[in-house]
């Protein structure tokens, strides 16, 4: 079992960037491919970006790709997301998510994930 704490949100203005973090417990951090997710007031969660085992994989849903991108350290147990040019849309709870999977293996359904963290908000005013 992997336990999992985000930290990096809070407020910042339309255009503003964050960067988002989440530490891993334990030695099996490389066993795991990671995933951020999110969840806007009002909705379901959703899928943000996700990354392989080894960090060689990566994926980013639509509508964050080439503002959003995902990246992980294995020698520190931790997984980013850095946000840049963020809009209101982007206010959420941000969360990250591991689940086993093979190395190069990337996933983004909320269902596959077995360990998740508490989330982090990030607020976008405009």
């Known amino acids: 079992q992997v336990r999992l704490v985000e930290s990096g949100g809070g407020l910042v203005q339309a255009g503003g960037s964050l960067r988002l973090s989440c530490a891993a417990s334990?030695?099996?951090?490389?066993?795991?491919?990671m995933g951020w997710f999110r969840q806007r007031p009002g909705k379901g969660r959703e899928f943000v970006a996700t990354i392989s085992r080894g960090g060689t994989n990566t994926f980013h849903s639509y509508s964050v790709r080439g503002r959003f991108t995902v990246s992980r350290g294995n020698d520190k147990n931790t997984v980013d997301l850095k946000m840049n040019n963020l809009q209101p849309k982007a206010t959420a709870v941000y969360y990250c998510?591991?689940?086993?999977?093979?190395?190069?293996?990337?996933?983004?359904?909320?269902?596959?994930?077995?360990?998740w963290g508490r989330g982090t908000q990030v607020i976008v005013s405009s």
């Open positions: 334990g030695n099996t951090f490389r066993t795991y491919n």
């Open positions: 998510a591991a689940r086993h999977a093979p190395l190069a293996a990337i996933g983004g359904v909320v269902s596959e994930y077995e360990y």
